[in-house]
């Protein structure tokens, strides 16, 4: 396998030949005037010829010298202006975020916020991935991610952001038919409608003060999105225990029912999610501290 170039030899050789003198490039890049030495000489010995004619008063390029200039010269240039670019990129938002949420909560509390992000920070661009599946963060190169659950230990950085509260709904024409249940446990003889991304989808546990509960209703569909379970619920199949964001506006308008307000189920929450390491780019970091803003602390 060849080797690297050496990228640093080229650089301070173009710069010595910039401003003429070892002296004047040490001083220019910081470093000591035998370190700028050095460097010349392993690029003369890598390639096998010398690139300057030295005296006490003059300093010229060889032929050698005068055939690599040019591109030692761009070498320089092109690593300036990747660092420059870099670097505003790091310290202004600008550029693509590449960002994971959960589908159902994306359509209705992510992207009614969007448009005002977007005011704020024009030059940034999100390509968003809208999955009620866990995705790895790192494996997929996202930079951040919403996610509704009790998280487990990881190494992500997660950032709780707010409560997410889950109700206990059916229409009001089923609860009619088949009782109001007056305690979690009546609801294993009821038609389950299930979520699937949550740990142990068929059980529903609940908690009221030092009282817990758990149910294994009779499922009649597990899905793994809850937004498809709604028009079944309103149609009177079964019951679901579902967050505010899919079933809320059902609860409000009557279409569904809300029960068992006294219980309350598996306390899940709304937490932004990024991997380890750092520090973060600009354009990160914005998304992140308005998402925190917009949706945190309902």
């Known amino acids: 396998m060849s080797k690297l170039p050496d990228l640093e030899g080229l650089a301070v050789f173009a710069k010595v030949v910039e401003l003429r003198s070892f002296a004047a490039a040490a001083d220019d ?16 010995e890598r390639l096998g010829a010398r690139l300057f004619n030295r005296t ?14 040019e591109r030692a010269t761009r070498v320089l240039a092109e690593a300036q202006e990747a660092e420059e670019e870099a670097s505003s990129q790091s310290s202004a938002p600008r550029g693509l975020v590449r960002m994971a949420v959960p589908m159902s909560f994306g359509v209705d ?26 995705v790895d963060l790192v494996g997929m190169g996202f930079d951040l991610a919403l996610r509704v659950a009790t998280l487990p230990d990881s190494s992500l950085v997660a950032r709780r952001l707010r409560a997410v509260k889950r109700h206990v709904v059916a229409s009001p024409a089923y609860w009619d038919e088949h009782g109001r249940p007056m305690h979690p446990a009546s609801l294993a003889e009821h038609r389950g409608l299930t979520y699937g991304h949550q740990a142990a989808p068929e059980t529903w546990r609940f908690q009221k003060g030092g009282e817990e509960a758990s149910v294994r ?27 505010d964001f899919i079933v ?19 306390p899940i929450a709304l937490h932004l999610v990024m991997p380890p390491g750092g520090p973060r780019p ?17």
């Open 29 to 44: 890049l910081a470093m000591s005037k035998a370190t700028v030495s050095k460097a010349v000489t392993r690029l003369e």
């Open 56 to 69: 006490s008063r003059r300093l010229a390029l060889t032929d050698a010298g005068q055939s690599l200039v």
């Open 109 to 134: 509390s992510l992207a009614p916020v969007l448009p005002d992000f977007f005011a704020a920070y024009p030059d940034v661009s999100i390509d968003l991935h809208l999955s009620d599946a866990t």
């Open 217 to 243: 209703p009779k499922s009649v569909i597990r899905a793994n999105n809850g937004d498809v379970l709604v028009p079944s619920l309103v149609a009177g199949v079964g019951v679901a225990v579902l967050p």
């Open 248 to 266: 809320g506006a059902a609860v409000a308008d009557g279409r569904l029912e809300e029960i068992l307000t006294d219980w309350t189920a598996s």
């Open 282 to 298: 600009a354009r990160v970091e914005a998304l992140a501290s308005y998402l925190t803003k917009a949706l945190g602390g309902k």
